[in-house]
């Protein structure tokens, strides 16, 4: 039964960062359980999603006025953090539901009834590579056919948000199409050694109408320029990239967490093989990596905060970020990255051989934090060459449209 406005906005109201922070907290031991599983299967568990379901902690980024928290940036980053010391993958499809939920609080009020109308607990994944190119320009809509593949999110999500080009005459539009996850086929396609959980499969359409509505232009979202639809005091105002990273980049934060965390808990029972050291807490190498691993991870949290500083900096003046502070907040995101991996790769090898061993977490988080800090949003030199374009005064949307 839906919910009538009141009830939705009271029992959003009562959600503070530290209630949901908890929230997340309190999964520690569910999410711990099932990581592996999640794993083996390349799926979430159903027990996981239900429990972010029941927890509100899928509704992060919903409008107050449809049931959600209307949450700031910073619970976003704090909640994937918390979930991402658990379970990586975890983290990453919360952070995507969440910031695809943020994506259709832009549309239409139409869309957004049919998305939330009868269920507050609906989510939507989003994918932003290459639109589809095969749409057709048909009365009330468009029809739309196409493949998009590293569909994270899409085994559980109730709607997709997808990029198409739309041809009215002029020139080829970027688009954001909502559409039903059940018009939609998803290939099992994820086969990758890490973040398999994620079950970024392909997604398939054939011949789709999605009506006006439905359809959201995508370089007003991406450059930040909304009129802040769900905030009056315009709190998301920035570009799509800065609010897309921080929904990723609280996984790779909490994953390389629980790593320290867990070779520091081991430290005081492990030899050290070879040599006269009783344990490794007694060996100046094992401190020295754990130093430096622990100044990776906190250089990488604040990095990732600071960004959230400018996007809401932003907000409060009512404006859009320049493009150098949008080029920087990609670099930035990709530093964050760069700082997970590196600090994961110290940690495995201070740990010893016996990391690899597949019943160790640390393979898993390992292969999660290498695999997921190489989205294509962070990878392939392009955040460094959009930075350096702008600190020179060159536009870097010659380089990538993305920041």
């Not at 449809?66 to 619970?75: E, I, K, N, V, Y």
């Not at 050290?272 to 060996?283: F, K």
Request: hydrophobic residues 40%.
């Amino acid at each position: 039964m839906p919910m009538d406005t009141a009830t939705r906005t009271s029992a959003a109201e009562v959600a503070t960062h530290s209630d949901l922070v908890t929230r997340a907290t309190n999964l520690c031991e569910l999410l711990r359980e099932d990581a592996a599983e999640n794993d083996q299967t390349r799926r979430l568990t159903d027990r996981v999603v239900k429990e972010l379901v029941n927890s509100g902690l899928l509704r992060l980024m919903t409008p107050r006025r449809w049931g959600g928290h209307q949450a700031d940036l910073r619970t976003l980053l704090d909640v994937s953090i918390e979930i991402g010391r658990r379970c990586c993958a975890t983290a990453w499809v919360t952070g995507v539901l969440n910031v695809g939920n943020f994506v259709v609080s832009l549309f239409s009020e139409r869309a957004q009834q049919e998305m939330w109308g009868d269920n507050p607990n609906a989510s939507s994944a989003l994918v932003l590579g290459r639109p589809a190119p095969d749409t057709e320009v048909v009365g009330g809509g468009v029809r739309i056919s196409g493949r998009w593949p590293y569909a994270s999110g899409s085994l559980h999500a109730d709607w997709m948000g997808m990029l198409v080009l739309v041809d009215r005459g002029e020139r080829p539009t970027p688009y954001f199409a909502l559409v039903p996850m059940e018009q939609l086929t998803v290939t099992d396609a994820w086969h990758f050694v890490g973040m398999r959980g994620t079950g970024s499969n392909t997604v398939v359409g054939d011949r789709i109408f999605v009506p006006e509505h439905r359809l959201l232009p995508y370089l007003p979202v991406l450059h930040g320029e909304t009129d802040g639809l769900i905030d009056p005091e315009h709190r998301y105002r920035n570009s799509l990239t800065g609010v897309f990273a921080i929904g990723l980049l609280g996984s790779l934060i909490g994953a390389a967490d629980a790593a320290l965390r867990y070779v520091q808990d081991n430290a005081e029972s492990r030899p050290v093989a070879g040599s006269t050291y009783r344990t490794q807490a007694d060996s100046p190498t094992l401190q020295l990596d754990l130093a430096t691993a622990a100044t990776m991870i906190d250089t990488a949290k604040l990095l990732a905060q600071g960004i959230i500083d400018r996007i809401e900096s932003a907000a409060a003046a009512n404006a859009n970020p320049d493009i150098q502070t949008r080029a920087r907040a990609r670099m930035d995101s990709t530093e964050v990255t760069r700082l997970c991996r590196e600090a994961m790769d110290v940690l495995i090898t201070a740990y010893g051989s016996g990391a690899f061993h597949e019943s160790n977490p640390l393979q898993r988080l390992w292969r999660d934090v290498h695999v997921g800090s190489r989205h294509a949003g962070f990878g392939m030199g392009i955040p460094q060459q959009v930075y350096g374009r702008a600190l020179v005064g060159r536009d870097p949307r010659d380089v990538s449209m993305l920041l």
